[in-house]
């Protein structure tokens, strides 16, 4: 695959470049300076210098390319830098749909599913930036005429892969944390397949 990939310097992105660059796919990954992933040399991998909130930097990137894989999300639930999600979803959506690139893969957050659970609701009152601009996200890309399909997790870890489960629609049941490993398999497997296209997906180890 031909994969334009945003985030790509974030501990997911990383997981989803090496796994892609390792079955023999083509990434072209978009950073926001010029350092970042400046040790990872590749003869597949073209890094590009722009901002991923930006429809006419995107709309430059995607010809070519079979499918847009995002992990962006910000590393504090803070006002600012949780914008990222809705921001990006806006910017993915509008250069995609001036485009022929039609398939999309974002990661988004598992809070978004329904759940009296007490941990969940503890979460969400901690995080009501994230939950609000990955809904955001989310809404913006599901109301689009793009082949989507939308992963949303819970906890991360850097373990190995020891596989994931998933559920489309809701979170497995009885979910434990996933490693990220496992979230960029499904999404290049995703990619490849297509099976769960204008779906969201909820992923759990």
Known sequence: MNIVLLGANGRTGREVLGQALSAGDTVTALVRAEDKLGEVGHERLEVRVGDACDPRVLEAILPGHDVVISTLGPRLPTKAATAVYSASGASIVEAMEGSAVNRLLV????????????????????????VREAGRME?????????????RM?????????????????????????????VAR?????????????????LSG
């Open 107 to 130: 990661t988004s957050t598992a809070l978004l599913f329904p759940s009296d659970k007490l941990l969940d609701r503890v979460l969400r009152r901690l995080t009501p930036n994230a």
């Open 186 to 202: 499904f999404l290049l497997g995703e990619a490849r397949e297509s099976a769960h296209v204008r779906e969201v997906v909820g």
């Open 154 to 182: 819970g906890f991360l870890t850097n373990d190995p892969d020891t596989g994931f489960r998933r559920a489309a629609g809701a979170s497995p049941e009885g979910g434990k944390p996933i490693s990220r490993a496992a």
């Open 139 to 151: 809404e913006r890309i599901r109301s689009s005429g793009l082949d989507w399909t939308i992963a």
